[in-house]
């Protein structure tokens, strides 16, 4: 037994399919009234054998045929739309050959649409042979007029059913144009709802006035009249089909483009044109894609380089090289070698990962950069690239909420190093790769304080030009410890330690 699914979805396509069918006959029915009432108004007026197609054995043809065109329409309609709704209704991606079925659906409706006429005007000239050329000329008038009228009425009332499912099989659109574009179609309405029911209009007061086919006697206001108000009663329609087919997709893309300025990358457009519409339509999507792309490359870029770098380097294809004063923070892991030596890679993996997020946050959250990850090591920049007030007092900060939060830390010993002063920020490297960096003495300073630093009880140690730069309430959490020589520098430098440094830190 078939489960519910599945007959929802068999629900759905006879929906579907019925809807297409009664559009498209209802359609064939309209363009059938009133073409029949141009030929019967023509007829009346007329002299000569014209005037027997007004008889009942034409009425009956007329009927029978109206009933077969009915009939073929329905079952041309359910053979039109029902191979393509086999996989829409399930949501199933379309072959190649479905998908090359439901984008000539509509080329297919207007065949067998203008078939339908075609035939029913080759049995009435069958049926009226005895009438001559006169004859002959006006049903094949009237099928020319029926087929178009037909064909666009029946576009008109069946594109919101089959839009959807040409716009599912297109989403590999390849920018064919196999449909009229937006100049074609304008001037194709023109000239079959103004220009030919004018010139008709024109050639039958010009045959009344030489008594071709219409008597001078007889009057051609009925005939003017029924076809002027049927060349409305069209031209309306395909009006309504010509706007739709070009302001329709143009709403989509105004309306997706007003999602995309609120943010909604994701958002696209269906493309269900096979015209320059649809390259608009796709071109779109193509560009929300390579918006989407860009977005997702600057938030990996401000991953890897900071946010305020990657801000910078897309406003001005690169930050501007400086000499800054700023504040340095150095962290580094002690007996890094001993943790790889006692651990899988996996475990030191994870370590230095629980390690470097608690860095990440303290440095983010007080405004500053992460220069770069060294291993085990990390380097801070507070006032660059993005110059800001109170950097040196954001760099203590930092370091203060980091010796606390990192002895949670089980089997992690560190040591932290903050120093100030006068670098160089910017661009190092080739033309084609390069990274942001900053170079200067307060860096090295830095570093060589926080290897100082692990063996110190609190594990945090700043030079005297950082605690210079900081404000009165930051300084006074901080202890002066005398002066050491560092490592690889002649000169002695100042440190301070943080208060209370065998106890929970205040942090700011």
Known sequence: MPDARTERQRSSANGLALRYALGLTFAQLITAAEVAAVVISLSNQTSGATRSLLTQTNFAILIGLVVAATIVTIVGAYWNISPSLRWFVTGAEPSPPQRRAATNMVRRQTSFLFATWAVSGAVVIAANVQGGLSTAVMIVVAVLFGGTSSIS???????????????AANKEFTSRETAPGVVARLVM????????????????????????????????VIPVVVITVVSLALGWRALILVARSISDPINDVVHAMAGVER???????????????????????????????RDRLRDLFGRHVGPDVARLAVEAD???????????????????????????????????????????????ERHGLINKFQGDAALAVFGAPVQTEGAATAALETARALSADLKTLPSVDFGIGVSAGAVFAGNIGGENRYEYTVIGDPVNEAARLADTAKSMPGRTAASGAAICRADDAERRRWTNDGSVVLRG????????????????????
């Open 318 to 364: 690169a930050p501007a090289s400086a000499t800054r004063d700023v504040a340095i923070l150095f962290i580094d892991l002690a007996d890094s070698t001993q943790l790889a030596a006692s651990r899988t890679p996996q475990e030191v993996a994870d370590v230095l990962n629980a390690f470097f997020r608690i860095v990440v946050d303290a440095v983010d």
């Open 153 to 167: 009425t029946g576009l008109l009332f069946a594109q919101r059913i089959y839009r959807p499912i040409v716009a």
């Open 263 to 293: 943010g909604k990358l994701g958002q696209t457009v269906d493309v269900y044109e096979q015209s320059e519409i649809g390259r608009l339509q796709h071109g779109f999507n193509r560009m929300v894609a390579g918006l989407s792309e």
């Open 189 to 220: 309405m023109w000239l079959v709802n103004s220009a030919l029911p004018s010139l008709f209009i024109a050639l039958l007061v010009v045959a009344h006035s030489y008594g071709w086919f219409v008597p001078t006697t007889a009057s051609v």
């Open 489 to 508: 520098r002649t000169e002695a430098t100042q440190i301070s330690v943080p208060h209370r440094e065998n106890g929970d830190h205040d942090r700011g």
